[in-house]
């Protein structure tokens, strides 16, 4: 039901002037048209990061090319110790021992006036040359003997013999228990070294010397 809006009569609906005091009526407005909410659409869809991915690729990379680097070095070891092992010499000739290898020589011997005479300085008189003691070796341009003996006499005479040797020695140590000397000139260097052992004493002489 409508009113008006001069004298507030009641007014049939629809009615357009009022039928007591003649006022115009105003038309009452449509109401407004109810809007209904969008369905809602699919929920978005979450991207999977790359960075991941990635990064274990490049872990995986190095690590290919680290085991191919060591296969190469493995095989290039290989390689290098099969050539040496087929180019090394060993030869027993009167129970001396005879090795040559890509780098140099090794030659062990029994002889004693052979031992002196590479070592270039003399042999305490009476000292035999013990089993496999005395060994010399090439390598390049250096040349190492290396002898051992045994004396029965006293510490005292050995070191004795080998101090008249040595005139001016670079190293010169004398004890009870021992004695070393040691010589150097611009052909080789001479080193003795003699110690007490029970009722023996063991003289251990070395010279490196540079080849011709």
């Given amino acids: 039901m ?5 004298c507030g009569a009641s007014l049939a609906d629809g009615t ?19 809007m209904s909410a969008p369905a809602p659409g699919p929920a978005p869809v979450a991207t999977p990061s ?8 490049i872990v995986l990379i190095i690590v290919a090319v680290i085991v191919v680097i060591g296969i190469l070095g493995l095989a290039s070891i290989g ?19 005879k090795v040559d290898t890509p780098f140099g020589k090794v030659e062990t011997s029994s002889d004693p006036a052979q031992v002196a005479k590479d070592l ?10 013990q089993k496999g003691g005395a060994a010399t070796a090439t390598f390049g341009t250096i040349h190492t003997v290396t002898a051992t003996f045994t004396s029965s006499d006293s510490l005292d005479k ?3 013999f080998y101090k008249e040797r040595f005139v001016n020695p670079m190293v ?3 004890d ?37």
């Avoid at 611009?186 to 003699?194: D, E, F, L, M, R």
């Fill in 16 to 34: 357009k002037f009022c039928s007591k005091c003649g006022s115009a009526v105003a038309a009452a407005p449509a109401p407004a048209p109810v």
């Fill in 172 to 174: 010169s140590n004398t």
């Fill in 2 to 6: 409508a009113f008006c809006n001069s």
């Fill in 158 to 160: 050995v070191c004795a």
């Fill in 176 to 212: 009870s228990t021992h004695c070393n000397f040691m010589s150097n000139d611009h052909q080789s260097t001479i080193t003795v070294n003699a110690q007490s052992e029970g009722d023996t004493v063991k003289v251990q002489i070395s010279n490196v010397s540079k080849t011709k």
């Fill in 120 to 129: 270039g300085i003399d042999v305490y008189p009476g000292a035999e040359i």
């Fill in 50 to 57: 790359k960075g991941g991915s990635s990064a274990l690729k």
């Fill in 79 to 97: 390689f290098i110790g099969y050539r040496i092992a087929k180019s090394t010499h060993v030869r027993d000739e009167n129970g001396n021992v």
